[in-house]
Structures are given as C-alpha cells and as structure tokens.
C-alpha cells in the first residue's frame, strides 16, 4: 500500500458501530415514536374519510384527495431527502421531518375546508418524508452489526403493530369526538419524539459532495408521475392519460440518470444497483410489496362479495395479517443475524405464496378458523420475509450511501403496494365478480417470483465490505 493510501485510510474517520446501550434505548424510542405515528396516520386517514366528506360537504371522489395528495407528497420526495441526509446528517432531516409532521398535524386538526386539509396533508408527507426516508440508515446507526437484524425486526414489529392497531385506534376516536382529534393525537408524541431525539439520535459521518437541486427535482417529477399514472390506471383513466403520465416519468428518469452519471453519490442511487445484492434485494422487495398491495385491495371485495360476509367480519379477517407480521419480524431479525436473507427471505415469500393459493382456493363456505389461519399463513411469510431482507438491503450498501439505501426501502415498498393496488383494480376490470380471485392468484405469482430472486442472493455472496 502507497504512503498515500495509508495516510488516507488514517484519515479517514472510523464507521460507527452502534450506540452505547443506554443512549440506544432512548434513540429508538424516538426513532419508533415517529414512525408508528407516521404508520399509523395512513389507516387512521382512511377510516376517517366518510367523516371528512360529511363534515367538508365535499363528495368522497373529492375526500380521497385526503389520502391521494399524502401518498404523492411522501413518495416524491423520499429519494431527494434520502440524498440530503448523507450530506447534512440524517439525524437533521429526521427531526426536520417530524417537526413538520408534528405542525402539519395541528394544520390538519385546524383545517376548515378541504383545500385547508390538502394543504396540510401535503406538509404532513413531506414531513413522513423525512422520517421514512432514514428510517432505516438511522436504525443501522444505533445498533451494532451484531444485533442490526434485530433493530430492524423491532422496527418492522411496530410498523405491523401500528397498521393492526390503526382501524380500531381511529374508530375508538371517532366514537367519542370528532376527525380532527385523529390528527391532533399526534401532536403530543410528536413533541416528545422530537425531544428525546435531539439529545439521543446517532450523527453519523456526513458526505462532502453539494446536493444535486435540478437532480432532486427531476427524481420528484419521475416518482410523482409514476405514481399518479399507476393511480389513473387503477381507477381506469383514458389509455391516453395513462401513457402520457407513464412516459412522463420514463423521460425524467432518464434525464435524471444522465445529469447524474458521473455523480459520486447519485440520487437515483445506480450506482447501489450495480451491486447485485442490492439490486436483488430492492426487487425482491418491490414483489413482496405487491403481493401486499394486490390482497389489501382484493381481499376485502373477496370476503363480502365472494364469501358474503358482513363488513364486521371483513374487518376481524382482515386482522391476522398484519398482527401475525408484527409477531414474526422480530424473530425473523434475530435470525437474519445468524443466517442468510437468501434462505430466510426464500422461505418467507414461498409461505406467502402457498397463504395466497390457499386464500384463492377457498370452499365457497368456509370456516372462520379456515380463513383465519390463512390469512395468518400469509402474514406469517410477509413477516419472515420482510426483516432479513430489510437488513442485507441496508448491510449491502457502504455506510455513506445509507441515506440513499434508505430511500429506496421506502421507495420500493410504496412502488410495490402501488403497482399491487392497480393490478387488483385491473383484475376487477378483466375478469368483473373473478377478480378477486384472478388477484390473488397473480399475487401468488409476485410471491413466487420473489422467493426464486431471494435464492438468487446466495450466487452472489455476502455483502461487499464498505
């Protein structure tokens, strides 16, 4: 090795291996504050709508916007924010986010017309923005190697726990006051999260390149337009929207790749997919997410039309899944410490692929212990899955580029669940009272699909050292 080289190496400032146990404890608390709030604040938003839509005098078609404009205002802005936390810390862009999550929440509570409403909601996923998008580079700061499937296991049982809780939670408001209080709710544990991580959170080793403005705004229009373009697909827009908006987003990510291509840290991180294992991991992710996607809108159509079961019961069946998810992360984590995401993973989405065949080839008259166990299969599989990949996606990019990775978790998740959804509604389209069952099938499909792309990961190897 050169003088240079070694002077280099000297220099260079050692990779952070988890905080010390005490501090840990109070960064995650903070850390899982924020984001069962901003996990929550989705079901909550949904349960709400029918009350929204009365109390705004505004039709529901216009009320959807509630969700709608939340969903555009995270998903485009999650790889810029990725990128802007390598460069002034992710600790910064966290509380950032969840300062503004917190304000845009009493904006929401004190909205007085529906344009009042979407404007705060907008703020208010910018503001998850921040939070999701370092969620998980976050995570691998505060939790040494050893234990970091672990961290991620535990982060993966309170988002699971916070969509299980979420219905009920919002319904339990509801009965006693009126939809404001389902944002206001956060504002007094958005304080304390905001507290508590100021003087905990890990500040990791901060990037030296300038943040690409042009770049960031060329990834936002890409990732807004493909989300409303899947959006006008799924509620069968004109073929002619659908393709503009498509193409929209094709052209700006090629523009995009092009301003970049020299870039040492690109926004639409290439250069994390030229690593095989991330490249396989963020599509195994991008079906496991779709196969969610397809059998969240699916299912419930299934059980009152197909099966003929009340809302009530649609409800409880609904239930097992997520709750079942929140069980298994943890004990998917601590053995993703052990074992390889390709094994693991493999095992998962082959488990949520037998739960959706089973689901699919229900009797017409079937138990409720028949679907319940089931849906628990299904969410059993999802579970496993989720955490060792969650934990070798991160693990496979350098620690100066976990801004970025950490994007992506995000942005694969919300592509997956996106793409599912329209599929579900194409179904519905193709194949009329089917289509449920023709979704769940094709979600079958993604599962196996991603457990076959899971063992493609041991060809490859463990993740390349930082």
Avoid at 296 to 309: A, I, K
Avoid at 398 to 423: H, K, N, W, Y
Wanted: hydrophobic content about 55%; charged content about 10%; some cysteine.
């Amino acid at each position: 090795m050169s003088v240079e080289a070694t002077a280099v190496k000297q220099a260079s400032p050692p990779v952070m291996d988890g905080l010390p146990p005490e501090r840990r404890q109070w960064a995650v608390a903070a850390i899982f504050v924020a984001v069962a709030m901003a996990s929550l604040d989705t079901a909550i938003a949904n349960v709400a709508l029918p009350a929204i839509a009365a109390n705004l005098h505004v039709s529901p078609a216009d009320a959807v916007w509630v969700v709608n404009v939340y969903q555009i205002a995270l998903v485009a802005t999650l790889l810029p924010l990725g990128a802007l936390g390598e460069i002034i810390g992710h600790e910064r862009i966290y509380i950032g986010g969840l300062v503004l999550f917190t304000l845009a929440s009493l904006g929401c509570a004190c909205a007085w017309s529906l344009e009042s409403l979407l404007v705060a909601r907008a703020l208010q996923g910018l503001g998850a923005s921040g939070i999701m998008a370092v969620n998980s580079a976050l995570i691998r700061f505060v939790y040494p190697v050893r234990i970091l499937g672990r961290g991620f296991g535990q982060n993966a049982m309170v988002v699971g726990t916070a969509m299980t809780l979420g219905p009920t939670i919002a319904s339990g408001i509801l009965s006693i006051g009126t939809w404001p209080w389902l944002f206001a709710v956060n504002i007094p544990f958005g304080l304390i999260a905001i507290f508590i991580g100021l003087k905990t959170l890990p500040r990791p080793p901060r990037a030296e390149h300038a943040f690409d403005f042009l770049g960031a705004v060329l990834a936002s229009g890409c990732l807004s337009l493909f989300i409303i373009g899947i959006g006008s697909a799924a509620h069968r827009s004109s073929l002619g929207l659908v393709a503009a908006e498509l193409a929209g987003a094709i052209v700006l990510g090629a523009l995009l790749m092009r301003r970049q291509a020299d870039h040492p840290a690109p926004m639409l991180p290439i250069d994390l997919f030229r690593r095989p294992l991330f490249a396989l991991s963020a599509a195994t992710s991008v079906c496991s997410f779709s196969v969610q996607g397809l059998a969240f809108v699916s299912l419930p159509f299934y059980f009152e039309d197909v099966l003929l079961r009340t809302q009530v019961e649609t409800g409880f069946f609904m239930t097992p899944w997520p709750l079942v998810v929140a069980i298994m992360a943890p004990i998917g984590g601590r053995l993703s410490d052990r074992y390889p995401a390709g094994i693991l993973g493999s095992l998962g989405l082959a488990l949520l692929c037998v739960g959706m065949v089973l689901l699919a080839t229900l009797p017409p008259s079937p138990s409720v212990i028949n679907i319940v166990w089931r849906m628990a299969l299904c969410g059993c599989g999802f579970g496993f899955f989720q955490t060792p990949n969650l934990r070798t996606l991160m693990s496979s990019a350098p620690p100066d580029r976990s801004g970025s990775a950490s994007g992506i978790v995000a942005t694969a998740r919300l592509t997956g669940q996106t793409t599912g959804a329209a599929l579900a509604a194409l179904c519905f389209t193709l194949a009329g009272h089917d289509g449920a069952t023709v979704a769940l099938a094709l979600g079958a499909g993604f599962a196996a699909l991603g457990s076959v792309m899971s063992v493609l990961r041991l060809a490859v190897g463990p993740p390349r050292a930082a």
